[in-house]
């Protein structure tokens, strides 16, 4: 099990639609294992194959509760609204107020290639949704205010120039 680079922005491929899994084989369970290493090196609570720039339709989760691997997940059911901090690996130091459902049902494949219906809420409810925003190309960015998107670029473009000393 090897750690994968984790992609930041501006890397395109954060902004593309993964592609569905037609199933759940070898190549796909040693990219989740992968994944999994990968996510607890970075101290994250999830993690989507674009991410590590592979265009699949997997992600893992843990927030504390046990690992997660999903293939194709998709979400039948929201309810309720929560609004948190939240944060990404993919976008490095920014963290903003995203408004989620309080509670989902996803469905997806598993390791084993299992249909599993889970029902979430709280913190997994909130991973399981900023996992599958990444698979349809979707980041926190998206999902602020207007006006706090337009400071976040701003502080993010800073952060980009070379620094002169
Ligand atoms: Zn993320």
Redesign the pocket.
Known sequence: MDPLKVRVLPDSVLRKKASKVSEVGEPEKAILADMATTMYLSKGV?L?AV?VGIDKQLCVIDVGNGLIKMANPYIVKMSGTQVEEEG????PGVTAKVKRARSVTVVFLNEDGELVRLEAEGLLARAVQ?EVD?LGGI??LDRINPVKKLLLRRKLKRERKPKIP
């Open positions: 999830g989507a991410q990404c690996l993919s976008v900023h990444h980041l926190i």
